[in-house]
């Protein structure tokens, strides 16, 4: 998931509008943290609501 839009933020807590980089879907990520853990671990893990891939490409989970 990429990162392509805060949409409101509270000193380090975030929503952020994300998007795959597999299938192009858009996600609202309502617990989002601003801290180099979250971008560099968290989010990369993710798997999306839509195909189930994480970035690397792994299926993480059946999709929705």
């Known amino acids: 998931m990429i990162n392509t839009k805060i949409l409101s ?3 380090n807590d975030y929503t952020a509008e994300m998007l795959c980089e597999h299938c192009d ?3 609202i990520d309502k617990y989002g943290y601003a ?3 979250y971008f560099d ?3 990369p893990a993710m798997p999306c609501p839509s ?3 994480n970035r ?3 299926m993480i989970k059946e999709p929705a």
């Open 9 to 11: 933020q509270h000193r």
């Open 25 to 27: 879907a858009k996600h």
């Open 35 to 37: 801290d180099n853990n």
């Open 41 to 43: 671990r968290v989010i």
């Open 51 to 53: 195909c189930g891939k």
């Open 56 to 58: 690397a490409g792994e």
